[in-house]
């Protein structure tokens, strides 16, 4: 069975650091690009960060430039999100996703994402 499971979501105040767990099974994460998605309340889902699967790369959103880190430990299956000085605005419920249709260009593009987790809440206080 394909499936990945969040986990590190939790309540933080403003200026801490969460690190968000993907892990996957039924499929090998490193074939795959894996994005990290969030949707607040009332708002758009957002593509937060990537890793490609042509070569690894990793993008970013501008809103989360140098406080987020994406990476991946191919022996464990697991996507990781470090996110520092974290913001009230951070505030969502994160989802990672896989796609086998995407090359270096991993950013967004939602529907091109075949699996999902369920998602894990950050909540970050002022």
Same mark, same amino acid.
């Given at each position: 069975?394909?499936?990945l499971v969040e986990s590190g979501g939790g309540l933080v105040q403003a200026g801490g650091s969460l690190r968000l767990s993907c892990a996957a099974s039924g499929f090998t994460l490193d074939d795959y690009a894996i994005q990290w998605f969030r949707q607040a309340p009332?708002?758009?889902r957002e593509g937060v960060s990537c890793i490609s699967r042509s070569d690894g790369s990793t993008h970013y959103a501008?809103?989360?430039?140098?406080?987020?880190?994406?990476?991946r430990d191919n022996a464990k299956n697991t996507v990781y999100l470090q996110m520092n000085t974290?913001?009230?605005?951070?505030?969502?419920? =994160? &989802? #990672?996703?896989?796609?086998?249709?995407?090359? =270096? &260009? #991993?950013?967004?593009y939602g529907n091109h994402y075949? &699996?999902?987790g369920?998602?894990?809440?950050?909540?970050?206080?002022?």
């Open positions: 069975e394909v499936q009332g708002k758009e501008e809103s989360v430039k140098g406080r987020f880190t994406i990476s974290l913001k009230p605005e951070d505030t969502a419920v =994160y &989802y #990672c996703a896989a796609s086998n249709a995407l090359g =270096y &260009y #991993c950013l967004g075949n &699996y999902w369920q998602g894990t809440q950050v909540t970050v206080s002022s």
